[in-house]
């Protein structure tokens, strides 16, 4: 059975840094490429960052590019999200995602298989 568990979420303020996990089991974790997507209220999930296991190469959506950092222990089956000079606008609910999609497709919600339940972050002005 594939888990994946998101945790370290929390209630920060506008330029504080904020670090989130996600745990990952049942799965061979170093096959996988993993992303991190988020959803406010009333909009719809989007992507985020991405570590792809091929080449073990980051992407980043443009409004968090310099600011957030995707990484990945494939020993301990983990992947963070390092996110620093935070904002309002950052605000949502943060899943991460276990995939095997084409470079083309890294930023597609659709192509990923296993997802976990969610984190929040909240960021106050």
């Known amino acids: 059975q594939v888990q994946l568990v998101e945790s370290g979420g929390g209630l920060v303020q506008a330029g504080d840094s904020l670090k989130i996990s996600c745990e990952v089991s049942?799965?061979?974790?170093?096959?996988?490429?993993m992303a991190w997507f988020r959803q406010a209220p009333g909009k719809e999930r989007e992507f985020v960052a991405v570590?792809?296991?091929?080449?073990?190469?980051?992407y980043y959506a443009d409004d968090v590019k310099g600011r957030f950092t995707i990484s990945r222990d494939n020993a301990k089956n983990m992947v963070y999200l390092q996110m620093d000079s935070l904002r309002p606008e950052d605000t949502a609910v943060y899943y991460c995602?276990?995939?095997?999609?084409?470079?083309?497709?890294?930023?597609?919600?659709?192509?990923?298989?296993?997802w976990g339940q969610g984190t929040q972050v909240t960021v106050s002005s």
């Open positions: 995602a276990a995939g095997r999609p084409i470079l083309s497709a890294v930023r597609l919600s659709s192509i990923y298989n296993y």
């Open positions: 570590f792809r296991h091929m080449g073990a190469r980051t």
């Open positions: 049942g799965l061979t974790f170093r096959d996988y490429t």
